[in-house]
C-alpha cells in the first residue's frame, strides 16, 4: 500500500509545475502586449553574453584549459630555463637538442622529458606544396598524452634517432580529413616534406594538438626533422650547444613535488652547463656569472612564467566584456523595475485578489529568467557566429571548436546567463515585497515615483559609472597602443619585408645558393615598389645569432653580457632603417682582400669602450683570448650605430663573418615604398 505522504508530495509537485506553467503563459502574454520591452532585453543581453563567451572562449582555450589527451595534467609543465645575462636575470624556453639528451639521461624526478619544435615547411609535391605547420616530436612525447592513433600507430625512440632512424609521419586528424578525405589507405604512402619524403605509418585522433595551441599538420621525429632542416650544421654540431630551436616538456614522478623537480633539473642543468663549458668556452659565460637554473610552468605557454602579449589582450578583453555584461545586467534591472512600477496597482490587485506574495515573486523570477535563457540562447548563436572573427583576429593559427558544440562555453554561458537572470530579476521581486496594497490602490499609476524613482535612480548611477570606467580604461589603451607604436625600435618595420629562401625539393651546392640570391636580389632592387635591399643573416625579431667577443684590454667580454653578430651586405643599414650615428655603413667596396671592418651599435660601445670613441677599436667576434695571426685580421670598427631591439649587438661585413655561420643562412631584407603610391 503506497504511502499517503508520497502522494501529497507528488501533487504538491504537480500543483507546483502548473503554477510555473501558468505563470510562464502569462509572461508571454504580457511581451506580446510589449514586444519592444522584451527584445530590448533580450538583446542587450544577447550582446552581453555573447561577447563574454566569445572572449571566455579565447581566454580558457590561453589560460585554463590542458592540452586534449594530456595525463595527469596537475603534474605536467613546459620547462624553462633562467640565467645571467648583461648584469640581469633572463628566462628562455628554446633549448640545444644536446641540453635536452643531457636532461633526458640526468633528471631523476620526471616521469617523462619530451622536446618538441615547431616549423614552418613546404608539404606536398612541388607543384602543389604548400607552406604549413610541422610537428618535430621527440618519440617520448606521446608518453604525455593518453592518445591512440585513429589508424597505424604512432613512432618510437628507434625511429627517432640520429643517423639510424626513420622518415616516418603522423598525420594530425583534421589534415588527414581535408588532405586525403580520410582514406584509410594513405598508410605506408609517402609525403614530400622539404627537402624529404616520409612515410605516413598513423593518423592522430581528433582534437589531438600536441602541446602548444596550434594544431601541426603532420608530426616528425626529431633527430631527422634537424637533420632534413639544418643540414652539414646539424651533422657536424649534433653535440654542440650553440643551435637553440626546440623545447621542452615534462611530467613529475607521482609523490614528487615542484620543488623536488625544480632542484633536481636545476643540478641537471648546471652538469650539462659545465659540459658546455668545457666543450665551447668561447661562447659560454662563466658559470658563476650565468648562475643557470631551471623551473617548472604551466603547460600553457601563455600563462608564463611571464604571460604572452597575446594571453594579456585575451585577458583585458575579457575584463572589457565582464564591464559590458554588468552594464547590461544593470540596464535590464532598470527596464524590469520601470515595468514593475508600471505594474504597481495590478501588483496590488492581484495580492487584494488573494495572491500570496511568495506566488507573485516567483512569477515575478520565472518572468525574468524566461528573458534571461531567451537572451543566453541568442548570446550563443551570436558567440557563434560572430565571435568566430574575433578568435581568427587574435589566434589565426589556432584549429577553434565550435561554440555550441564546446561545454565549457556552453556551461559558462548558462552560468552568466543564470546570474544575471538573478540578478535583474531580483529588483523588480524586491520592489514587490515593499508593495502596499492599500496605497497602492489609493494611488494613481502615476503616483508615488519621487519615492520609488532612488533605485532606478542608482541603476542608472551604476549604468553611467560602468561606461564612464569602460570609456576610460579604452582611452588610456589606445593611448598606449600609440606610444607603443611611436617607440623608435631601431628598424623601420612598417615597410620592411623578410625574404627567406626555402628551397622545396630542390638541392643546390654553396655556390649555387649564392648565385641564386645574388640574382634575387638584383631582381627585388629592380622591382619600382623597392626602395632598397640587402642580404642579411637573421631579419629583425626573427632570430639572432650571439658569439663572445675579445678586445684588447677588456679582461672578459662575457661577464660584461651577450654580444649579437648580425652579418650583411651593403645597404644593410639603408634598408633596415637602423641609423648610423658616427662613421659609416658597409658599403660595396667593404670586399674581400680588404682590410676587415664592422659596424656596432651604440650600447655595444658603451659596453666595451666606455668614454671612448669605438671608431677605430679592433674586436675578434668568436673569441675569447687574443687570435693568432697579425692584429690586422681582427675587425676594425668603422661606425656606431643606434642600439636595435637587442642591445648589445654589432654588425659585421660579410667577410667577417665566423666559420659557424653557413652561407644558406642568409635572408633578404627589403624596404619597400609607400603602398599609398604603389598599391
Known amino acids: 500500500m503506497a504511502n499517503p505522504s508520497s502522494y501529497s ?68 609543465h613546459h620547462v624553462y630555463f633562467a640565467r645571467v645575462v648583461n648584469g640581469t636575470e633572463s628566462i628562455g624556453q628554446a633549448y640545444p637538442y644536446q641540453r635536452f639528451v643531457d636532461l633526458a639521461g640526468t633528471a631523476k624526478t620526471m616521469d617523462v622529458i619530451a622536446a618538441y619544435a615547431a616549423r614552418r615547411l613546404a608539404v606536398g609535391p612541388a607543384e602543389t606544396a604548400r607552406e604549413t605547420t610541422v610537428g618535430a616530436a621527440s618519440a617520448s612525447l606521446w608518453q604525455l598524452f593518453d592518445a591512440r592513433p585513429v589508424i597505424g600507430r604512432f613512432f618510437t625512440a628507434d625511429e627517432d634517432r640520429d643517423p639510424n632512424g626513420a622518415r616516418v609521419a603522423v598525420l594530425s586528424y583534421g589534415y588527414w580529413q581535408s588532405q586525403y578525405a580520410g582514406s584509410p589507405s594513405v598508410l605506408g604512402t609517402t609525403i614530400v616534406i622539404t627537402p624529404a619524403r616520409y612515410t605516413i605509418i598513423g593518423v592522430a585522433p581528433p582534437g589531438f594538438v600536441g602541446v602548444e595551441r596550434e594544431t601541426p599538420s603532420v608530426f616528425i621525429p626529431m633527430a631527422l626533422a634537424a637533420v632534413d632542416e639544418f643540414g652539414q650544421r646539424w651533422t657536424e654540431g649534433r653535440t654542440s650547444y650553440a643551435l637553440s630551436w626546440l623545447e621542452i616538456y615534462g611530467r613529475r614522478k607521482a609523490g614528487v613535488t615542484i620543488e623536488s623537480a625544480t632542484a633536481d633539473l636545476s643540478t641537471a642543468y648546471r652538469e650539462s652547463y659545465r659540459r658546455q663549458l ?121 584549429e577553434w571548436q565550435r561554440t555550441i558544440t564546446d561545454r565549457r562555453t556552453v556551461l559558462f554561458a548558462l552560468i552568466a546567463t543564470v546570474v544575471v537572470g538573478v540578478a535583474a ?90 648565385a641564386l640570391r645574388r640574382a634575387l636580389l638584383e631582381r627585388a632592387e629592380r622591382n619600382p615598389i623597392v626602395q632598397s635591399a640587402t642580404l642579411a643573416c637573421s631579419a629583425p625579431f626573427s632570430g639572432t645569432c650571439t658569439q663572445s667577443v675579445f678586445v684588447a684590454g677588456v679582461d672578459s667580454t662575457q661577464r660584461l653580457g651577450e654580444f649579437v653578430t648580425q652579418i650583411a651586405s651593403p645597404r644593410y643599414f639603408e634598408t633596415v632603417g637602423t641609423r648610423v650615428l658616427r662613421g659609416r655603413g658597409i658599403v660595396a667596396e667593404d670586399r674581400a682582400g680588404d682590410p676587415l671592418v664592422a659596424v656596432v651599435s651604440e650600447a655595444m660601445a658603451l659596453a666595451l669602450w666606455p668614454g671612448q670613441d669605438p671608431l677605430g677599436k679592433c674586436s675578434e667576434p668568436g673569441a675569447t683570448r687574443r687570435p693568432a ?36 643562412s642568409l635572408c633578404a631584407c627589403v624596404a619597400t615604398r609607400d603602398w599609398s603610391a604603389n598599391p
Request: proline content about 4%; some cysteine.
Open 9 to 76: 508530495g507528488m501533487r504538491a509537485a504537480m500543483n507546483a509545475l502548473e503554477d510555473a506553467a501558468q505563470d510562464a503563459r502569462y509572461a508571454v502574454r504580457g511581451w506580446r502586449l510589449q514586444p519592444g520591452f522584451a527584445l530590448a532585453i533580450i538583446g542587450t543581453l544577447a550582446l552581453g553574453v555573447g561577447a563574454n563567451s566569445t572572449m571566455f572562449s579565447v581566454v580558457d582555450r590561453l589560460l585554463f584549459r590542458p592540452p586534449a589527451y594530456l595525463i595527469a595534467s596537475e603534474r605536467s
Open 278 to 398: 668545457s666543450l665551447e668556452p668561447q661562447f659560454t659565460a662563466p658559470i658563476e656569472v650565468a648562475r643557470p637554473r631551471m623551473f617548472l610552468s604551466s603547460m600553457l605557454t601563455e600563462r608564463g612564467p611571464r604571460p604572452t602579449a597575446v594571453a594579456r589582450v585575451a585577458t583585458w578583453l575579457f575584463g572589457v566584456t565582464a564591464v559590458v555584461l554588468l552594464i547590461a545586467c544593470a540596464n535590464i534591472g532598470n527596464l524590469l523595475l520601470a515595468r514593475s512600477l508600471h505594474r504597481r496597482r495590478e501588483i496590488a490587485i492581484r495580492l487584494a485578489l488573494g495572491v500570496t506574495r511568495g506566488r507573485l515573486v516567483r512569477h515575478l523570477l520565472i518572468e525574468s529568467m524566461a528573458l534571461a535563457i531567451l537572451g543566453g540562447l541568442a548570446g550563443l548563436l551570436l558567440a557563434e557566429w560572430g565571435g568566430q572573427f574575433l578568435r581568427t583576429f587574435l589566434l589565426s593559427d589556432v
Open 629 to 664: 695571426g697579425p692584429s690586422s685580421a681582427s675587425p676594425r670598427t668603422l661606425g656606431r650605430s643606434e642600439s636595435p631591439t637587442m642591445p648589445g649587438s654589432s654588425i659585421t661585413s660579410p667577410r667577417c663573418r665566423t666559420g659557424n655561420i653557413a652561407d644558406d
Open 425 to 514: 530579476g531580483i529588483v523588480p521581486v524586491l520592489q514587490a515585497e515593499r508593495c502596499d496594497v492599500i496605497a497602492s490602490l489609493k494611488a494613481g499609476a502615476r503616483d508615488g515615483h519621487g519615492r520609488r524613482s532612488r533605485l532606478r535612480s542608482a541603476l542608472m548611477l551604476a549604468q553611467v559609472t560602468l561606461s564612464v570606467l569602460l570609456l576610460i580604461g579604452a582611452g588610456l589603451f589606445m593611448r598606449s597602443v600609440d606610444r607603443v607604436a611611436s617607440l623608435r625600435l631601431g628598424y623601420d618595420a612598417d615597410r620592411l619585408l623578410a625574404v627567406d629562401l626555402r628551397m622545396r625539393n630542390t638541392t643546390i651546392d654553396s655556390a649555387g645558393r649564392a
